[in-house]
């Protein structure tokens, strides 16, 4: 690979007429068709906090992991849980990841457009720091193996800004294809506008990208296990348009992993409804006493759930809600673990289904 100077070419792009080829077509269809399956089947779970949580949390992990950040998703809904713990540190970056992605979310709910602030706004949640837009020349993408210098994005403030309204100039605008999720994820990663965190951001977008163009009511397809497990083909790909201006294998390497990864979370999806149904059931029959929907809820929103959470949400005192979860650890519904002073109940069987 070599290192190619930015020159960035406007969006929408000029071979706009080559980027709808008919494979591009054939596959735009069959991600479309994919995709609404799990549009049309994520409201049968009744409270959609389960599966955002569940399914976002997951992604933070792994799209944070293609950055070399490493999390174990155990540790990862722990520092989540006890909020007064000390953080561990990639941990907490994966957290910000997920925060910042309901951040987006809210924006697109209010606003249905996304304008450079909100990007900025995304960017400065997942890096805990507000550098902003890059002012200071020096950023390059480098190779890790060979430490070589493969792209050097745009150095000058002003044309990253310029470039950057051209993005949501046409990251807005009435073209609505799958397709065109990828050409926004490349110009992003192209125009490489902050000192870090440009790929994590760049794939908040993309699920924003979905829930604005109406593929989806909720946040809840992410390509980075996709993404992860190609990780060379990812990089190489980007390289493909910026050395030859070859499109078609990069936005079709897109599409495949929003076909690929709309199915999986499909059974993901199915996993958990069958999982909450069947747990709903067991309780009421269980532990008939201290049974409510909202109960069964609670330790599906959360993994780990605490004591706090009950009381909360079920509006009793602690002495309570300490026996509601003991009585379901007693039924195996739940077990405990100690993080310092904090007890945790862990739903296991929930956790299981999250990593499948
Ligand atoms: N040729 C390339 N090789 C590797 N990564 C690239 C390339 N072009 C763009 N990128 C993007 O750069 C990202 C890494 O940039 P960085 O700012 O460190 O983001 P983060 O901190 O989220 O990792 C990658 O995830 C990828 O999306
Ligand atoms: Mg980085």
């Not at 949580?53 to 992604?59: D, M, R, S, V």
């Not at 999720?181 to 992003?188: D, I």
């Not at 949400?313 to 309570?320: A, G």
């Amino acid at each position: 690979m070599r290192n190619v100077k930015s020159e960035i070419p406007l969006l929408p792009p000029a071979a706009l007429r080559k980027i709808e080829t008919l494979s591009v077509l054939r596959k735009e269809a069959a991600a479309r068709q994919a995709l609404a399956e799990l549009k049309g089947f994520a409201p049968a779970i009744p409270n959609q906090n389960i599966l955002i949580n569940a399914i976002a949390l997951q992604e933070a992990k792994e799209s944070s992991a293609i950055e070399n950040i490493v999390t174990t998703q155990d540790e990862l809904y722990q520092n989540f849980t006890v909020k007064s713990s000390p953080v561990d540190s990639s941990a907490k970056e994966v957290i910000n990841y997920r925060e910042a992605m309901y951040k987006g979310y809210d924006i697109i709910k209010k606003r249905q457009a996304i304008g450079v602030n909100d990007i900025v706004k995304i960017q400065e949640t997942i890096i805990e720091n507000n550098a902003g837009i890059r002012r200071l020349p020096g950023t390059a993408l480098v190779s890790g193996a060979a430490n070589t210098v493969i792209y050097t994005p745009p150095q000058d403030y002003g044309e990253i800004c310029r470039l950057l309204d051209n993005f949501c100039v046409y990251l807005n605008d009435e073209e609505n294809s799958l397709w065109k999720m990828a050409v926004l994820h490349y110009q992003f990663e192209t125009i490489h506008p902050f000192y870090d965190g440009n790929g994590r951001t760049g794939r908040i977008l993309n699920i924003l990208y979905l829930l604005l163009k109406n593929y989806l009511d909720t946040p809840i397809l992410y390509l980075s296990s996709y993404i992860i497990k190609s990780k060379n083909t990812y990089y190489a790909l980007f390289q493909e348009i910026r050395e030859k201006g070859i499109w078609e294998n990069w936005v079709l390497y897109i599409l495949e992993g929003i076909e690929a990864t709309s199915r999986q979370t499909l059974q993901k999806v199915r996993a958990i409804k069958n999982l909450f149904e069947l747990t709903l059931e067991r309780i009421r029959e269980g532990c008939p006493k201290i049974y409510s929907k909202e109960l069964v809820e609670i330790i599906f929103e959360n993994p780990y759930s605490k004591i706090d959470f009950l009381v909360h949400k079920l509006d009793i005192n602690r002495k309570t809600a300490s026996k509601y979860l003991k009585e379901l650890e007693e039924n195996h519904f739940l077990s405990h673990i100690q993080i310092g002073k904090e007890v945790l109940y862990i739903n296991t069987a929930l956790m299981e289904a999250l990593k499948k």
